[in-house]
């Protein structure tokens, strides 16, 4: 079934941490003047019984749904999000923000420093998946909203809400981690790291200080690119591109003669556009320091009041099924009622954001009983 | 409304405490969770491995893994749950043995349903047509079969009394009654409340 879209979109901002208050880092920095991009579609209720959370992966920002007002573009989980869609937004509030440490809004190393009128760069404090968390909840409390009817996301967006869990169980009723794990892998952290180098080892970089200067375009493009093949499967990968030549003939020179080669150039390439090199930094070092493993999750609640439905992908690789059924096997800890479910899917870890079918399928039905106070 | 449920759900429904916490192995479409929860107000998780009876459950509003039984229970902590379901899937479990182990160690209570292989009409099939049996409550060919044993009520007693396990309750059904007249033969089906000797 297609629904239509919910039409046209505008991001709003929300500031907090103003002097003399301020926003406390895990790390033990703080950071002041914070403002968070979001979006919401739906109407809240009387009651602001009806919101869900929705959390974005690594690259995504808070235009989840719709047709954007400033560039027509649609929301990254447009086919997700909507009027009869799998968050319907005939009888949800759906709200999504950009991730602090993001560059699509959000306060990050993009931002101009308060205190020097510059951007941050490098003096920007280094977050973490908790502080992105502390941040939407700031919003959260903006609204009013003293509990969530359900935090939803997919890869990092998925640490979210099962940081969402773990730290506010009392605040959220249900919590759909997606595609993601209770921490990295050494080989989820090994690629991070290679993508980190990439754009480090651009001189353009400039050990972070290049806004004056432009990005580090070649690095981050690297960066992209690989993570572009860890998105997509063996499978998804043979039957996108096969070994299709974007010409006739080999070139018997260094250009791309593989259509894989020239579609990974393309992301790279349109990557670097609406992507801030640092913020790529930033972000994928959060999901590197990220763990709930063990008794880090909720901690020191018996029994969970949150119920869970816990999603992975079978074709995914770079967040194995066996990452969340780690998640359920803590929640199986903590009593907390938990539907899991390893859906059938070619795209690999992109299967979130493109397989949506017995996603939605799934998400609709789990979220009609749990029944809106 | 009762006359269209099977007769060991039914049995089941009894058995069961209100606000039991329950989890059922091998849920199917979740028609026993479902029941359990109208008749007596139980808070269940389920565990399947079919695509399709996972979406069923989920439609019902139900709590439900996916996973294969024997790794279904070793995370749970012990007592975990007041019942634990193991209802017609005995026959098609491979470590059976170890999955009693786990089931009595993770619920208060065990509740056990299968079909009795030494019915009377099995055993005459045996024995006169030498072929495999087939019945209602072992309704398949050979080649078909998901079942990978055959136990009979007499073998599952005596399995008890060697691993000291309590049985609390027994009954013994045909197609929609309870059988009393000498059940190792008129039974179809089984199902034993069984618990370990101490707790």
Redesign the interface.
């Known amino acids: 079934m297609k629904f239509a879209s919910i039409g046209p979109v505008t991001t709003h901002f929300f500031v907090f941490a103003q002097p003399p208050a301020s926003l406390t880092l895990e790390s033990g920095r703080s950071l002041s003047h914070v403002t968070v991009a979001f979006e919401t579609y739906g109407n809240l209720n009387t009651q602001k019984s009806n919101a869900i959370l929705v959390c974005h992966a690594l690259s995504g920002d808070a235009h989840a749904a719709g047709i954007s007002t400033e560039d027509n573009s649609h929301g990254w989980w447009d086919e997700m999000i909507g009027p009869g869609k799998a968050l319907d937004t005939d009888k949800y509030f759906v709200i999504c923000s950009n991730v602090l440490g993001g560059c699509r809004g959000t306060t990050g190393p993009s931002s101009d420093n308060p205190l020097t009128g510059k951007p941050y760069a490098l003096d920007f404090p280094l977050i973490t998946i908790a502080d992105m968390v502390e941040a939407q909840r700031n919003l959260i409390d903006s609204f009013g909203i003293e509990k969530l009817l359900c935090v939803i996301g997919g890869s990092m967006g998925g640490m979210q809400a099962l940081q969402w869990a773990s730290a506010y169980p009392e605040r959220v009723r249900a919590a759909i981690p997606i595609a993601t794990a209770l921490k990295h892998s050494p080989q989820q952290i090994a690629f991070d790291e290679v993508i980190r180098q990439s754009i480090m080892a651009d001189p353009a970089w400039r050990q972070g200080y290049y806004y004056e200067h432009g990005q580090p375009e070649k690095g981050l493009a690297v960066a992209r690119m690989i993570g572009h093949i860890t998105f997509m499967s063996d499978l998804s990968m043979e039957e996108k591109f096969s070994r299709k030549l974007k010409n006739e003939k080999l070139s018997f020179q260094f250009t791309d003669d593989f259509e894989v080669e020239g579609y990974l150039r393309y992301r790279g390439n349109n990557f670097v556009k609406r992507f801030d090199a640092n913020s790529y930094l930033y972000i994928t070092k959060a999901m590197d320091y990220f763990d709930l493993s063990g008794d880090k999750f909720m901690p020191g609640v018996k029994k969970s009041p949150v119920?869970f439905l816990v999603i992975s992908f079978k074709s995914d690789w770079l967040y194995p099924s066996y990452q969340s059924?780690d998640i359920?096997?803590v929640l199986?800890?903590k009593?907390a009622?938990?539907?899991?479910?390893?859906l059938?899917s070619t795209y690999g870890h992109d299967a979130f954001l493109i397989e949506i079918a017995?996603e939605t399928?799934?998400i609709r039905?789990?979220l009609?009983?749990i029944r809106i106070d | 409304m009762m006359e269209n449920i099977n007769l060991d759900y039914r049995i089941i429904a009894r058995i069961i405490t209100q606000h039991a916490h329950i989890l059922d192995l091998g849920c199917g479409s979740g028609e026993l969770l479902t029941l359990l929860i109208r008749e007596k107000q139980a808070?269940v998780?389920g565990i399947e491995l079919n695509?399709e009876e996972?979406?069923r459950?989920?439609?019902?509003?139900?709590?439900?893994?996916?996973?294969d039984i024997e790794s279904g229970l070793v995370?749970?902590?012990d007592k975990?749950f007041d019942y634990v379901i193991l209802n017609q899937i005995m026959q098609e479990i491979k470590k059976a043995d170890f999955v009693i182990d786990e089931a009595l160690r993770v619920g208060r209570k065990v509740i056990v349903g299968f079909p009795n292989f030494a019915h009377i009409k099995a055993r005459l099939t045996l024995m006169f047509a030498g072929k495999t049996p087939i019945n209602d409550a072992l309704p398949y060919y050979w080649y078909e079969t998901p079942n990978i044993r055959f136990l009979t009520i007499r073998d599952f007693v005596e399995y008890c009394a060697k691993k000291n396990i309590i049985i609390e309750q027994k009954y013994f059904l045909a197609k929609s009654k309870l059988v009393r007249f000498l059940p190792h033969l008129f039974a179809l089906n089984s199902l034993f409340v069984i618990k370990r000797n101490g707790d």
């Open positions: 119920k059924q359920v096997r199986k800890q009593h009622y938990t539907t899991y479910f390893d059938t017995d399928r799934l039905n789990f009609a009983n | 808070l998780q695509d996972m979406h459950c989920v439609e019902k509003g139900l709590t439900v893994l996916q996973g995370d749970y902590p975990s």
